[in-house]
């Protein structure tokens, strides 16, 4: 007797076809998802400090300059973490006794450095320069979000090199006054575009797009 | 309607002469007897055995590449200069093999060669099991094969592209195409079988199984009419498709600057190489199975002496193309041609050339006796010789090129290293296991198309 | 179940029986003819009446679709998205991008020829009322047979089965739905 | 230096240095890895699944850690390099270095300019060395019978040591060559304080030949050295100026002075060669005499006769030697006084020296090409004079306490002393040195050395210009240098090397301006002590001078005699100090290209005559890698060692040349138990060569791992050459003889529209084959800048070394004394690259500025871009070469480079992290790029200047200069590659009465 299946699997079958096409649609969909995640790039994750510092407070509170710790932006590929000698200018005046504190004073103490969690990872392979950026009119709130209202200190962007790239073409996009390279409640005015262009050739700003530029 | 089918003279006989298919069948006959070798036929103690050597050589090929993966190519003999080694080799080895399924389907197909009936089927089936052997080196011959979909156009995060200018590329599109086109063109092929032993099969998983294979095939005449047209346009699409794979394989070469590789005599010489092993490889598996299935009836004499004179006519091509490597060399006044050309035959590889000019060139020729052709022993050595013909052909392209190239302050050597001749050995295992599968689950012979040539499928007309 | 049957089901025992079957069955008015047969038979095309199918256009213009997104697809990287200067060659160098786009042609066009005669034959179909005639097993071996559907505005149970009879066929069966 | 103006400062307090080593063992800032997870396991497996999950490039690392100082560090910019100027010292000679020092870790070490000995150049130990300080198998502690212990443990029983022996009988010190003024003090003061003491000095690889030959000439002891600038001929009697010795560096920068562009008659030198083996100088020679070690001297006598110096009745040399000798001196006697140089061989008996003083002086060269200066701070030493009466003593008992500072004499000293035999009779015996090496294993005692670049000293150049030495980290392994060591023996423990060298500076630098701080702070920025050259002098000469010589009377006869033996120092692992050095010892040794092994050479002739077997003629003929040798067993002064035979054209038949500094068995995890130790077949009575080996065949073969087998061009001119007077008459010879079919550099063979605008500055570089010595001091320098692996002589053998510059060489001519032919080559970047054509995923690609970038992290490694790259400069990671676990050296790499993974490609990127440095630099300071502004490293160390890089746009630049030159061309300029590195096309000058070979 021929009949091998039941009726159903007519249905079946045919919705077997579409389904596997909508199988390996969703499976790229969730790939492109994860790897644009804040799990994968770290975007978006607050990191535990030795001592909780507020960029915040220190920022749009006391209204502190970014080169008053990150004294190297201007000099060089790294911005520079401060040394304890840096938060002890202040704090040997004030906040003496405070608690959250006592590591900070513990170090300066004890010669031991504080060993502070590394917020912005980027590729071993990958070489970022500071100075480069920020001479050519590249604010630090551009890569760095909006520090001054980070309590703690968290990754803006998510790294990943279209990230990167998204400025490297059009860099007029992103480009603003030197003078307001450290504003970090700069925003790109309405006539950015063409602002940018006219930065873009005052400043000698060259779209870099080939891969030595950042890998070598 | 000729008058030769008018007259009752079974066995059918192609304008040629000697039947493709012996006396004495009927519908249900050639039914009959292909079924069974799936569904009744007890498997034999020989297919035990040689299934578990060909699987033992799978674990082998398994264990290499997990040592392969986490220790890294050098395992392998390869070095500067030589970057490439037995892994490109056994590469285009496969691939040439991999190309005679298809061209004996397709353009015999539209050449309307009867004798391949009783041969596609089972020449696709290893079409598609080289290719896939095949595919296994340049997917691991990568330093970093976890990253081997860099070669597929996607969107990603680097927003970068494959390099549309390499060879490389080429291939990944090349092969993949191939693969699924001849994947899609066997299985088009086995559907109606499919139903046969759906039909046929005793068992309630048997009926399932070949079942779902036959889609619900029911042999409609409206299908039939599509299918005859979708096979027939498949035929036509697959036969170029052959011709260009191995052209686009020639092409990881001749596109080089390389003295051996810059030759523009590549791409007929590839493709005439590879139909030439690909035939060769069929009769080296036809010939035995034949005997050991007690095919005779279905894979006659008549079989073997046109694959035989294919063998002849592209074994001639081929050593038209050595002939001209040589000429081009010497003619060319390049001096880095001419060394080559000269290192070739006398410098540290020169055992391999002339193997390689004996097993190609010389093999082929006992092929102009009748003998030959017609002794299946003989013509199963012939095969042989060949197969390994074109192993050395590959070898002596790939490595005598690369060792001596330009400058001779970088000129090595190169030998494959245990774990080289390992995977080798262990594609060779995963080949024969596939085949040994398909002869234990599949009809190595499409059973509708032999009935096509029973004198009963003519339809015989009251007034015609 | 009680539906109303499929059609009527007639077997015959050799090609050239089913063919004149099949143009009588044509020649009588009905349309919803079909046969079953172990291996094709041209000749049953205009017996059947049946109309020339759009296959090879569809493969044709997939070919078309496929070399053509092939090719931009090239362009598209190598001039539009990251143009990068690679040995010196042009960001738009066609004649390295005609493999690909041949083989893309290919593949399209060959995946549209298979697809596409599944989804005109509407297969898959495992199920289908014809496989309820035991004996229909023989279809896909050395019988043949010729099917009148109920759907066929001449259909009439009896006088179909008569109709059939009268065509010496092996067997005549109403085929159950 | 990208940096711009470089900013060197003194690592001025202890606790300065404490704080850099601390942070040099807990910082590990941007390029290198901070976790502690084995990336190879990683990359193997994880990397697998992780990638096929999409991961592209993004894998999750943990957190890592950002370590800031407490108090900033004076000077010191994050992620900026700092340089500081030291000197090292080899053979009591010292090289004036600059060092950068990154995060407090010296990474890279360059030339200082100002420093007479260097000009800005090092040599391949100078290189090498900053791998030498974080070599994992250094010794880490004071040891006692070989159990840990601390140095307060050895002050004891030093102490009672000292006051048994009155006046420090027994006492004896052994040191190599001392060139230190302060530890010359502190000697001084030790043998005041216990004046029974005795001082010992012995420097395996050299023979002091040159100050007793001088001795013999002058009233007084004198210092000799050269003007090369001056020397329009030159004479190398079996001296190798020009690739070892004290100011070879500067030799060769002056010599190459007169070969490079302008390259005219009058400017273009002439260099005579009379050599038993190959060397650096020999290859450069425009005429090489091969003679036998022993006939040297009977050649220069010969000459000295011809010039009409000597009376000597010597038995006439060959014809071949005859009209060599007699072209010779017709040249020199043609030439202005002064103009020309003649130099003996420091392996060369005293004899020789004086016999070359006296021709020079004959020649006028004194005070021309010739300077004479007064020796510093004390007598030279007596070479192994010395070494054997200490043996003898130790023999005889009447020695209590040894000090080995710093020397390995158990294993360098000759075997017939059988020094170590002697130590053990010794009480006490104390080893200084940086490893638990085979002297170490014979004393009681070991001190573990600090290594030049965490101790202070100081050194004097060859001409006698002294420098400070200064740490740029304190010690790894809190380790002792020889001054302190010295002054803990004085009696006075806790002074500091600082102290002890800033005391011996005190009173000449009070004098100076400013005080002696200023002086001081001035000094060490600038890395030499101005005007402390020794003034030249005009010593007496000696009319007695022949009989003080020993020359008086004939010469015995020259008999083609049994066969001799030489020793010479290896050219990459010098007497053995370096054989744990992996950079040195991957190093192709200039000539014969081998690597990790040394080898006995043999001329065809003699090898045919012995029946031994040319590797080249093995079943790997003419490849690179592999070389399969015959082992012949050596027997001399009743020693008998095997050793591999290696057949070597330009070796001088009856003549074998052994190499010392292998066969080591203490030396450390590289370099013990690899080749044979020649020092076993040393003769105290002939140390450096001598008749009467005998040599016989065995049935073995052993594997020798070679770079380049191959040693005829073939039918092709990758080196191109002419002599002078060819180029004078067709200077464009080597472009003419490049077959471009049709195109040239400004119109080039193109069917394609050029829709690549070149942005920026154009690199390219330009290699003078006329200047290039062939000495290797670049590929070393590449390897230091690019962190590039060391893959063992195994990988080696199977042509996978990963230099990313290697020296081709070539010989041509008559095999018995053919002309030796170096080219450096490196990626060409190719305006037309054939690699970039073939890469399936753009990881290689050209940039706006010219160049041919190797982006590893998209590289999966198809190695095709290898294969169609026609100059085979690609490098791959076929197993996981880097390694990532070995903590000391992440402290060694350069952070602006990636360290590369397993199944990635790589090759010469032009130092393309100097470039951007330098461009972001500039870019910073508001200014462009100047000509010079990037200075390739292998262009940085090149004592010659034989590499130039830059702008090839800026018809300013020194390169675009070059390129327009009639000499130059490009490698397989007739593929249309349009290579951007080119070469200028090497110009012999030989002596048109010699017949030209």
Known sequence: MPQVFHRSFNTLSRASVFGSLFILGFVAWAVNVFVNSSYATNQGVVREQPVPFSHEHHVTGLGIDCRYCHDAAEKSAQAGMPPTKTCMNCHQQIWTGSATLAPVRASFQTDQSLAWTRVHRLADFAYFNHSAHVNKGFGCSTCHGEVQKMPLAWQHGTLLMNWCLDCHRQPERFVRPRDEVYNMDWHPPADQEQQGRELVRKNGIRSLMNCSTCHH | MSAEVHAETPPVRTPAGSPVLAPGHDFATVTDKISALVLTRPTSRGWWIGFSLSFALVMLLLYTIAYLLTTGVGIWGINVPVGWGFAIVNFVWWIGIGHAGTLISAILLLLHQQWRTSINRFAEAMTLFAVACAGLFPLLHMGRPWYFYWLAPYPNSMQLWPQFRSPLVWDVFAVSTYLLVSLMFWYVGLVPDMATLRDRSTSRLGRVVYGILAMGWRGSARHWYRYESAYGLLAGLAAPLVVSVHTVVSFDFAVSVLPGWHSTVFPPYFVAGAIYSGFAMVLTLVIPIRAIYGLEDFITSRHLQNMAKVLLATGLIVAYGYLMEAFGAFYSGNPYERYLQVNRMIGPYAPMYWSLLVCNVLGPQLLWFRAFRTNPVLLFLVSLVVNVGMWLERYVIVVVSLHRDFLPSSWGMYSGTVWDWAMFAGTIGLFLSLVFLFLRFLPVISIFEMRTLLPEAKVKEEHG | ?177 | MSTGAPHWRDVASKDDAERLRALAETEFPGGVEASPIDRRRFLALAGASLGLAGLSGCMRAPAEKIVPFVHPVEGRVPGKPLYYATSMTLAGSATGLLVESYEGRPIKVEGNPAHPSSLGATDVFAQASVLGLYDPDRSKTVTYLGRPRIMGDLAGPLREALATAKHGKGLRILTETVGSPSLIRQRGELLERYPEARWHSYEPAMSGAASAGARMVFDQSVRTHYDLSKADVLVALDADFLGSGPGHLRYAHDFAARRREPLTAERMNRLYAVEPTPTITGARADHRLPVLARDVIHVARALANALGIGKWTDAPPDAATASFVQALADDLRSRRPGTTLVVAGDNQPAALAALVQAINRHLGNFGGTVLHTGVSEAPEDAGLSSLVELASDMREGRVTTLVNLSGNPVYTAPADLGFADAMKRVPLCVHLGLYQDETADYCQWHIPEAHYLEAWGDARGHDGTASIAQPLIAPLYAGKSALEVVGMLSGEPGRSGYEMVRETWQAHGSKQAGGFETWWRRTLHEGVIAGSASPTIEPRWRDDWQARAGLNGAAPARNAGPLEIVFRPDPTVFDGRFANNGWLQELPKPLTKLTWENVALISPATAQALGIKAATEGPHAGSHGEAIAPVVELTYGGQTLRAPAWVFPGQADGSIAVHLGYGRTRAGTLGSNIGFDANRLRASAAPHFGPGLDIRTTTTTTTLACTQLHQSMVDRQPVRTADLATFLKEPRFAQESAHTEGGDRRHPLTLYPDDHPMKGPQWGMVVDLNACTGCGACVVACQAENNISVVGKEQVARGREMHWMRIDRYFSGDSANPTAHVQPVMCMHCENAPCELVCPVEATTHSPDGLNEMTYNRCVGTRYCSNNCPYKVRRFNFLAFADYATASLKLLRNPDVTVRSRGVMEKCTYCVQRIREAEIDANNRKRPLRDGDVITACQAVCPTRAIVFGDIHDANSQVAKLRESQRNYGLLEELNTRPRTTYLASVRNPNPRLETR
Do not use: C
């Open chain 3, 1 to 177: 179940m009680n539906l109303p049957p499929y059609g009527m089901l007639a077997e015959f025992d050799s090609a050239t029986a089913l063919v004149a079957a099949a143009r009588q069955a044509t020649a009588a008015g009905y349309r919803r003819v079909d046969a079953f047969t172990p291996f094709p038979i041209e000749e049953l095309e205009e017996a059947l009446a049946i109309k020339p199918t759009v296959l090879p256009l569809l493969v044709l213009l997939g070919g078309i679709a496929g070399g053509a997104g092939g090719y931009f697809m090239q362009y598209y990287a190598s001039v539009i998205a990251y143009p990068l200067n690679i040995g010196g060659r042009p960001f738009h160098s066609w004649p390295m991008f005609i493999p690909i786009t041949f083989e893309m042609t290919i593949l399209v066009a060959a995946l549209t020829a298979v697809l596409g005669m599944l989804a005109l034959n509407g297969l898959p179909m495992p199920y289908h009322p014809v496989f309820n005639v035991p004996r229909f097993a023989l279809a896909s071996r050395d019988q043949f047979f010729l099917i009148i559907e109920a759907a066929d505005a001449n259909y009439d149970a009896e006088r179909t089965r008569q109709f059939l009879d009268g065509l010496r066929p092996v067997n005549v069966w109403e085929v159950p739905h």
